[in-house]
């Protein structure tokens, strides 16, 4: 009586992924001020052929990319500050999208700075400032080479403001 349409995901081929990531944090003595990094490595035996058929299914890992964060920090007296840089590497979006679109479709690299700074009030009661975003960096988007421009997304700074209660 009713006709349906049914899309489920089926696993194509095993892949395996593989990396490290390397992190620390230190404090400078007791003045409160502090810094903390990490970088991470990440690949997959799977990579997506940028010379393939257009024509034809690719099998791809998505979302896979090399990532760092610095962040500056100080915590004393009440007080929470952090400006903190991250950076992430191209990595692959999509690919094999809608019946027609075979073409893989890349973020290029990013970085951003982020800032919050926060004062707590009482034991509970805490105000807090955050920035997102700093310098309004905007991401790219590119199909199979740089030349071939998908799409821009244009990112301004966002700023929030706000009070956190714990009980």
Not at 72 to 77: A, D, N, P, V
Not at 135 to 145: I, L, P, Q, Y
Request: aromatic share 16%; glycine share 8%; charged share 20%.
């Amino acid at each position: 009586l009713y006709m349906f349409d049914v899309n489920i995901p089926v696993n194509q081929r095993a892949a395996t992924l593989h990396g490290w990531e390397l992190g620390g944090q230190y404090f400078f003595g007791d003045s409160g001020f502090g810094v903390l990094a990490n970088y991470t490595i990440v690949k997959g035996n799977v990579g997506v052929d940028r010379a393939a058929d257009p024509g034809a299914d690719v099998f791809a890992l998505t979302g896979l990319s090399d990532t760092a964060n610095v962040v500056l920090m100080y915590e004393k007296f009440g007080w929470s500050a952090r400006l903190a840089w991250n950076w992430r590497d191209e990595y692959l979006l999509a690919a094999n999208q809608n019946g027609n679109n075979r073409n893989p479709y890349f973020v290029e690299a990013y970085d951003q700075f982020d800032l919050s700074v926060s004062y707590r009030l009482t034991d509970n009661l805490s105000l807090g400032f955050e920035a997102i975003n700093l310098t309004g960096e905007d991401v790219r988007w590119h199909a199979r080479s740089k030349r071939q421009f998908v799409r821009l997304v244009e990112q301004s700074p966002r700023y929030m403001v706000g009070l956190r209660y714990t009980f």
